[in-house]
């Protein structure tokens, strides 16, 4: 993927983004660490995977407990995007639109290549709105034997700053 780059362009083609769901309701409450540090293992055994990294969404209740279970490094909010801000889109009736839906309405408006900004002094003056978006925790853990980690380690872009924590 394109965020990948941020361990470097020599790691690019061996880092993946980890997307999951959510154990069952019924499952073991560590079971989900558990199976993450096992796929990833067996990920780099597999198919010779260097880095993993994860997202974490705070409005979705979550602060990466799992990754944080599993020793990952915490990169932080909003690593990788490069500076490129992102909005949550509320149309006239108060309904919320992501940025890529907004894209989406323009291109089919305006034909492809238009942009957004351009377009946008129109859309607040038919009611609309946005709002920043808040930015995904990122994580990442990187795989293989010690002297393998620490090459991706020092390959790393991004300095890790403390794990986030739940306001008491």
């Not at 260097?50 to 974490?56: P, T």
């Amino acid at each position: 993927t394109a965020s990948s780059s941020f361990c470097g362009e020599a790691l690019r083609p061996l880092v993946r983004c980890l997307e999951r769901g959510a154990c069952a309701h019924w499952a073991h409450p560590h079971s989900g660490s558990f199976l993450v540090a096992r796929a990833c293992k067996q990920a780099h055994k597999d198919h010779g995977w260097r880095a993993v990294f994860a997202y974490s969404d705070e409005e979705a209740g979550e602060m990466g407990t799992i990754y944080q279970a599993c020793n990952w490094l915490y990169l932080g909010q909003g690593v990788g995007r490069n500076g490129a801000a992102r909005f949550r889109y509320t149309n006239p009736q108060g309904k919320h639109v992501t940025s890529r839906v907004m894209r989406a309405l323009v291109a089919r408006w305006e034909g492809p290549g238009q942009t957004l900004a351009r377009h946008w002094p129109d859309f607040v003056a038919a009611g609309w709105s946005r709002a920043p978006e808040p930015s995904k925790h990122k994580y990442i853990t990187f795989l293989g034997g010690k002297y393998e980690r620490r090459a991706a380690r020092e390959a790393l872009k991004h300095a890790n700053h403390p794990y986030p924590k739940r306001p008491v």
